[in-house]
């Protein structure tokens, strides 16, 4: 918050009071429910300016208050917790089957989970871009309709991706130099909230350092286990980015001479030998009959089946990817000394028969002794971890004292901004009633289906036209 240029300068004062905001924000969120006296003794900040801070951030709606607690030495005081109702964070995470969608208000009470089937490997970035900004379009429409202003929309995408949110390489979709954060800002006529775009595996790791049963946790890794296998890493308490934000690509080292081409277009990259597309070639054979798998959902779920069963070739398979998982997460514990190791996606799934040949093989290939104090677990956020962690990284920005509007009501009644004026047409569905613009979360992939409805999207160049009916 401090703005430096050749040389150290003053403070300025609503900078000062902009950090301080974010601090009583950040101590109510840890803390709560919590009293003004509570933050003051903690802080360091002293009462009168506690309850100035405290009285902007009833104003904007931040923080909102309880009622009072008798049971504290002395007089009762009125405690105070987040706001959440009038604002929400919306996450997209993109992958080689699907895409998933979450808000959340500003507490992280989750507002909307939902998933499309979505085929990324085959469609042109076109038609991706418009497929992502209707979904997104939905999402802002159904958090208009509480009344709820939209602070952020990230998108998590499983690859290389700069500071300007273009996708340098995701190889297991087949983008190179995309301009995914610009096409969707057009896309949604340059909405009133920022749109970002970062990789799936920094963002599931900040999910599971927010939200996850090991939240806090200082060091910490989250492998991603669908078509491709990166490592979001929190060292120290901060998102190893790198120089470039490109580290933690770990699917592109290189594990087994002279194996299999990775799609990356070298050789036995760990991906290509540990990830969900080699499981399943191991494990099922057959599938290969039928052409390349576009959901691994299904395959992932015979696999697991099997595993039940006891098959023995299933359970070889199994312990061979573990091993390589094995190797991967040897390498990182070698570098970061993680505290824990979690595997996400579809590798949370299988974990039961995975871990056992990973730990044997991470202890063994471990410099430190027990693997340097290095946990090796599942994770329990599930496949849309990278979207939650999207929603999440609007929630930091912020805590560290980028503050909504100060009255979010007016705002949103005076201009939702394009992506919420949409139209309010109903979907044609059969499966939910008219009443009901959004799709059933609870339903199959498919019925979440955004292009179903008006959105506010103006499709790239390369995207084909949308169907009839459509607006």
């Known amino acids: 918050m401090f703005t ?42 002293n009462k009168a300016t506690v309850s100035s801070l405290v009285a902007e951030l009833l104003e904007r709606r931040l923080v ?36 998933t969608v979450v808000a959340v208000d500003l507490a992280g009470t989750e507002l909307l989970s939902w998933r499309r089937a979505f085929d990324a490997s085959a469609a042109s970035p076109g038609r991706a871009v418009s497929a992502i900004a209707a979904l997104a379009g939905r999402a802002v429409n159904r958090v208009g309709n509480q009344q709820r202003q939209v602070l952020g929309l990230t998108v998590a995408v499983p690859g290389l991706v700069d500071a300007g949110g273009t996708v340098r390489l995701a190889s297991t979709l087949g983008w190179r130099d995309l301009p995914l954060g610009a096409d969707l800002r057009r896309a949604l006529r340059d909405p009133g909230y920022d749109v970002v775009v970062d ?20 060091n910490l890794v989250h492998l991603t286990g669908g078509a491709g296998l990166g490592a979001g890493v929190v060292a120290d ?25 990775c799609p990356c277009g070298r050789r036995g990259c760990l991906e290509v ?6 499981l399943i070639r191991r494990a099922l054979p057959d599938v290969a009959e039928d052409g390349p798998v576009t959901d691994f959902a299904p395959e992932v779920d015979r696999i697991r089946a099997q595993a039940r069963r006891g098959d023995r070739p299933t359970l070889d398979a199994l312990a061979e990817i573990g091993r390589h998982l094995g190797q991967g997460v040897a390498l990182l514990a070698n570098l970061v000394n993680p505290e824990v190791v979690l595997l996400g996606g579809y590798f949370a799934t299988l974990a039961p028969w995975l871990l056992p040949a990973a730990e044997t093989e991470l202890l063994a290939r471990t410099l430190a002794p027990e693997a340097g104090g290095a946990r090796l677990l599942a994770s329990a956020l599930g496949t849309g971890a990278a979207a939650a962690g999207g929603a999440a990284r609007t929630l930091e920005t912020v805590d560290a004292g980028r503050l909504p509007l100060r009255d979010p009501d007016r705002a949103v009644a005076r201009d939702p901004g394009p992506s919420a004026r949409v139209s309010r047409k109903s979907p044609t569905r059969s499966s939910t009633s008219p009443s ?19 959105t506010p999207t103006t499709p790239p160049a390369d995207a084909p036209p949308l169907p009839a009916g459509h607006h």
């Open 64 to 99: 909102r208050e309880t009622g009072l607690a008798e049971n504290r030495i002395g007089r009762p005081a009125t405690m105070l917790v987040v706001d959440g109702a009038p604002y929400a964070a919306i996450g997209i995470e993109v992958s080689i089957d699907e895409l």
């Open 436 to 454: 009901d613009p959004e799709p059933d979360p609870t339903t199959d992939a498919t019925a979440a289906d955004p292009d179903a409805t008006a």
């Open 273 to 278: 030998v540990a990830g969900i597309p080699a």
């Open 4 to 45: 430096t240029q050749t040389g150290p300068q003053p403070a300025d004062l609503a900078d000062v009071r902009a950090t301080n905001l974010a601090v009583v924000l950040r101590f109510v969120r840890a803390n709560a429910p919590c009293s003004r006296a509570d933050i003051a003794a903690s802080t360091g900040l």
């Open 237 to 261: 308490g901060r998102l190893l980015r790198g120089g470039r934000g490109f580290a933690g690509e770990l699917g592109h080292v290189p594990v087994v001479s002279d194996g299999p081409v």
């Open 199 to 218: 990789n799936d595996a920094n963002l599931a790791a900040l999910a599971e350092y927010r939200h996850g049963p090991y939240a806090g946790t200082a």
